[in-house]
């Protein structure tokens, strides 16, 4: 008498693959937060660097290109702006984004260097153009340097896997640490450029505290004040009313006080008042500014300057 063979009892494990009921596991799709967040990251970013080309140009085109050296630097900054932005734009490339990043994080260095010590011949004062343009490059950083560090998506996961090394595999799954690493760096350079704008201010007219003088500058006689600073005068002024306000005061601060004439000084010396009452000093006709480019006496980096809405001249002395 044969045994009928008996049957196994079911456990609670199944197969390889397999769920609760034996079926294949299905893997979950993508959260729409992490499916959408590169693509938002990319727009970000390139808009973002569009922004601050779109600034500069403006800055470019309404006389910093007057300016030598600073002029084919904005110029370039525009450029390569505008070129990275549509790069981030038709590419997901992980170098392209960390391009854009550090050249977003290199703009804001050289605006700050400019706040603090000039570049070229160049001081930036405290505008909004310029306070705007430094958040936004901040933000630039911040969404390029997250695109840069952020996982790749499953699928470009696999398929470079498979064919790449393992430092190209790391890459691609992300940088430990990277996403505290760009919020710590974007907080600092916003705070940094807080500072910085706020010690900046705008330039103080300058008194002319004592004689002007004259001096020979590029082989010119001309007018200084008593530190021996150029003088400048504006196309767009009359000989009772300066035209130089607000942010244009900043960079070309008014000479004001009591004027007197040192030896060599052969013009007329007058006085007008200026809207809020100051008294600025007038030579031969003209409303008497510094530029706050020339950081030292013998320095005439203002002249023929087509800035804040007209052209610039040094002051010249006959004789």
């Known amino acids: 008498m044969t045994s009928r063979p008996r049957p196994q009892a079911r456990s609670g494990r199944t197969g390889p693959g397999r769920g609760c009921r034996g079926e294949p596991h299905r893997r979950l799709p993508a959260q729409p937060s992490r499916r959408y967040r590169q693509p938002g990251l990319r727009l970000a970013g390139a808009g973002l660097l569009a922004a601050t080309g779109a600034i500069h140009l403006d800055l470019y085109l309404t006389g910093y290109r007057s300016i030598p050296v600073i002029g084919w630097l904005f110029l370039l900054q525009v450029i390569a ?21 550090g050249f977003a994080l290199a703009t804001l260095g050289g ?25 936004i490059e901040a933000a630039a950083f911040a969404a390029l340097a997250a695109l840069a ?41 916003l705070v940094v450029l807080a500072i910085s704008v706020a010690a900046a201010g705008g330039a103080a007219p300058a008194p002319a505290g004592g004689a002007l003088k004259t001096a020979r500058i590029g082989g010119v ?15 767009s002024d009359t000989t009772t009313r300066s035209t130089c306000y607000g942010t244009c005061a900043g960079y070309w601060p008014p000479v004001t006080g009591t004027p007197s004439a040192g030896p060599g000084v052969t013009g007329r010396l007058a006085t007008i008042k200026q809207s809020d009452g100051t008294t600025q000093v007038t030579y031969n006709g003209h409303p008497l500014y510094t530029y706050v480019g020339d950081t030292a006496p013998g320095q005439a980096f203002g002249n023929n300057l087509n800035l804040n809405g007209g052209l610039w001249h040094e002051v010249t002395v006959p004789g």
């Open 149 to 189: 560090a952020a996982p790749a998506a499953e699928g470009q996961q696999a398929g470079q896997a498979t064919g790449g090394s393992r430092l190209q595999a790391r890459l691609q799954a992300g940088i430990p640490g990277a996403g505290r690493a760009v919020v710590g760096i974007t907080a600092a350079a």
């Open 221 to 235: 006689t001309v007018l200084t004040n008593a530190q021996g600073f150029t003088l400048y005068w504006f196309a």
């Open 111 to 135: 605006y700050l260097l400019s706040v603090w010590i000039g570049l070229f011949g160049s001081k930036e004062i405290r505008t909004t153009a310029g306070i705007v343009a430094g958040v």
């Open 81 to 101: 702006a505008f070129g990275l932005a549509a790069a981030v734009l038709a590419t997901s490339s992980r170098l392209v984004a960390a391009a854009g990043a």
